[in-house]
């Protein structure tokens, strides 16, 4: 048998042993992962994505769909935080003993789970979106799902019976599918409002939440809108709720709801504890929701470690923004101006994510203060000056150019990055989110597929992966999904010019067991960042895959010996 052999065997088996890993170890497991895994649906251009991250043996029995060996729900005993409060935070949970990366902190079941305001056409119970043309109709109430079948039929998280049943009274018109579309607006606050009656200590645990209702009705967008599209839509229906108090649950899907679901779902959750994390956009931990298991529960980890009074923190805003634009979602969407580190700091933490290059001497053009919109905006190495009206301008231009790009064109984004080379810094966020999609791009496309790429396109994988790494490591350090996903995308282009190399021999037995540690590494780490999602979701397959990987690299140990 193979595996019984020496690497003093010959040649023979020098490449026929390269050729097993190159084509198990790297081409299956690669190519298994399609661009399709990508988280957002369209670029990860969700920047306004809500409260949005060891060793082998722990990789293998660390996952189960999930959940982490021993993560159950915590007893009061258990709890690594506390509450406190604050005039400027209000409240937010501290750690009262040291946290480790990937802990669990709080693993919280869903209040309430309905439609994005603004969504399309979807179905009730698992939020997926529909064509016209496939629909089901409910049984009960004629409203849209994907099929009898659906996992969300029946569920509180999904198309409730108490729902059911209101909605018999209020049957669509699927002859005016505008009007149909402009009533999802209303179902998740109708779904908070049955509460009252169907479970009054939901209802209790989401009426302690923030709504902003002064901040809110001052402003003369958010209060009319919510109006219009759902007190004036329940008042239609004739269900008769009182319209502060449905302005009221309108404020408290707006200030803390999360995000939830793969790519194709269009769902908001709120969960109790969950909503007292404070703000940071530099977040110290990652969230899961798992919409598979009973009451679709949240599952807060520590992404980096904690110690006795360390705030713990998520990002209510997309990490991969500028600070105009994450400053401003969370002025219009969540109502405060962040003063964050990371917002205070005209580099982003040295990242230069907003920096623009200066046309004169090449610099860094930053903001003279970054939590003033209006700042006058200045060359550091000159005395080149932007108005930031100028800025604003020219960043809304190159922002709809970059949206104009297909989400498979890897060509489309490479010439973007070089158009752009002297107007926007390396680290820009608009680079960097064109980075983004290469890294994942590179290897899984037609005509750039990981193994028919050149060694030239190889690196250049790598290159990106690495750049994208450095600044990763700032905005969302520690275990992030970000992190996860990219060193995976990164031991893959060396795992091939590895074996490559290998199979020219070009490389020596102890260059090689060095490469391949450095690939070890990569997909461990990745194996445990990713291990923490679903497994049947995108990053939860990525991470099987990066185990697959793993088992397939122990081939090598036949040649070189023990690798790590």
């Not at 409060?85 to 480790?100: F, K, N, Q």
């Not at 799902?145 to 018999?168: A, D, R, V």
């Not at 990106?464 to 905005?475: A, N, Y």
Request: proline residues 4%.
């Amino acid at each position: 048998m193979l595996g019984m052999r020496r690497a003093s065997d010959g040649t023979r088996l020098y490449v026929s042993l390269a050729k097993i890993a190159e084509r198990r170890a790297i081409y299956g497991a690669l190519t298994t992962l399609g661009p399709g895994y990508m988280h957002n649906k369209r670029r990860n251009k969700n920047d306004g994505r809500n409260k949005e991250n060891a060793g082998a043996e722990k990789d293998k029995t660390a996952v189960e769909d999930g959940k982490e060996t021993g993560a159950e729900d915590k007893t009061a005993e258990d709890l690594c935080y506390e509450i406190k409060h604050s005039d400027v935070m209000g409240r937010y949970i501290v750690a009262t003993r040291d946290i480790e990366p990937g802990e669990v902190i709080i693993t919280a079941p869903a209040l309430v789970v309905g439609p994005c305001s603004g969504c399309g056409l979807i179905c009730l119970g698992c939020y997926r979106e529909l064509e016209e043309s496939h629909l089901t109709k409910c049984s009960g109430c004629k409203w849209p799902l994907c099929s009898n079948s659906c996992f969300g039929l029946g569920k509180y998280t999904g198309h409730s019976k108490y729902e059911c049943e209101t909605l018999k009274k209020i049957p669509p018109d699927y002859k005016n599918m505008e009007d149909l579309r402009d009533s999802y607006h209303a179902i998740t606050p109708l779904r908070c409002l049955l509460l009252k009656k169907e479970d009054p200590s939901k209802w209790c645990a989401l009426s302690e939440m923030e709504s902003h209702n002064a901040i809110r009705r001052s402003r003369g967008d958010i209060y009319p809108m919510n109006d219009r599209n759902v007190v004036q839509r329940l008042k239609k229906w004739g269900l008769g709720y009182d319209d502060d108090e449905v302005h009221t649950v309108c404020g408290i899907l707006e200030v803390n709801a999360f995000e939830v679901g793969a790519s194709g779902a269009n769902a908001r959750a709120l969960y109790s504890e969950a909503y007292l994390l404070a703000h940071d956009c530099t977040p110290s931990t990652s969230h899961t929701d798992h919409e598979r298991r009973p009451g679709r529960p949240l599952t807060i980890r520590a992404a980096i470690r904690h110690v006795p009074g360390d705030v713990i923190s998520l990002c209510y805003a997309y990490t991969l923004q500028g600070t105009l634009k994450r400053r401003e979602h969370l002025a219009v969407s969540k109502f405060f101006m962040c003063s964050c580190v990371r917002c205070a700091d005209p580099t982003e933490r040295g990242t230069q994510a907003s920096s623009l290059r200066c046309p004169r001497c090449a610099g860094s053009v930053l903001s003279t203060d970054p939590l003033r919109s209006d700042a006058l905006w200045r060359c550091a190495e000159c005395t080149y000056e932007m108005s930031a009206a100028t800025v604003k301008l020219l960043l809304k231009r190159l922002t709809d150019e970059f949206d104009q790009i297909d989400a498979n064109d890897v060509q489309g984004f490479e010439n973007y990055l070089t158009k752009y080379r002297n107007v926007l810094q390396p680290n820009h966020y608009l680079n960097l989110s064109a980075k983004h999609s290469l890294s994942q791009l590179y290897g899984k496309v037609a005509d750039y597929m990981i193994h028919e790429m050149t060694e030239e396109l190889l690196q250049r994988k790598i290159e990106i992966c690495r750049d994208l790494m450095k600044v990763f490591d700032v905005i969302e350090p520690g275990y992030s999904r970000l992190r996860g996903i990219t060193l995976y995308e990164l031991h893959a282009p060396l795992m091939v010019l590895t074996t490559r190399a290998f199979e020219r021999k070009e490389i020596t037995k102890e260059n090689l067991r060095n490469r391949l540690k450095e690939i070890v590494r990569y997909l461990r780490e990745s194996a445990v960042i990713l291990g923490f999602e679903p497994r049947a979701s995108p990053e939860g397959l990525m991470a099987g895959a990066a185990q697959h990987a793993l088992s397939k690299i122990n081939t090598w140990e036949q040649i070189i010996g023990k690798i790590s």
